[in-house]
């Protein structure tokens, strides 16, 4: 059965849906550059969590959506190259449609692919690993399993990341979070759950993550000046959720 591409206006926002109310993703209509939906800034929470200067220079996303993430580190992470596993192709024509995909095969690969067979046999490994991939019923498939977060694992670069978009809406997210945990050897970080239901986890490889909460305060004001992210009500509620003791956050 062929997926149901719905695209949506209201208040200057286009939203994609699979033939559902569920969102897939979002674009401002002014601002099409920037992250619209709360969960996709918080995926970028991973730009504070390594010193790096030129993190990350190869990015894997695994689900390609309304292109938010894409166009976001195309346009701000200039050295990054990024390859985008899409499994539907009539997404990637809506991304380009309808949600200013760039074209630009030197720094942007498209491939369509399962995204679970597509990591399974590459030989490349990548700084960051970004999954966001759900069907029309919001689900995620073997993109859950704990076969695939090991797979993921294997393909990290020394000291990669990887950020998983979870959604709680029905049965929560904790269950994913102990498979990642089991896959990165206790390496996992969830954040709190934004309003929308998402709940970004990230783990980690390599050098251990150990960042005060000050520390990464200051780091997300240059973010902001610098490209416009803002991520300190995210450090806020982590900060509340009470998940990094003695305010340094560890993974």
Sequence with gaps: MSLSIDIREESGVRTLHFGSEWIQGA???ARPW??????TKE???SLLLREETQFPRKVLLIGLGA?????FLYRNQPLAKLTVVEIEPAVIAAAR????LPEDPKRLKIVIADGVEFIANCD???DLILVDGF???ARAGALETLPFYQIARAHLSKNGIMAVNLLSHSRGFKDSVERIRSAFDGRVLAFPSCDSGNAIAFAAAGEPICVSMDDLKDQALIL????GLNLLPTLTRLEQAKTCKGGVLEI
Excluded: C, G, H, P
């Design 97 to 100: 449609q309808f949600f200013k």
């Design 27 to 29: 674009m401002r209509i």
């Design 34 to 39: 920037n992250l619209e939906l709360d969960y």
């Design 224 to 227: 902001k000046k610098e490209i």
């Design 124 to 126: 490349q490994t990548y």
């Design 135 to 137: 069907d029309a019923n």
């Design 67 to 71: 292109a938010s993430l894409v166009k």
């Design 43 to 45: 995926m970028m929470a």
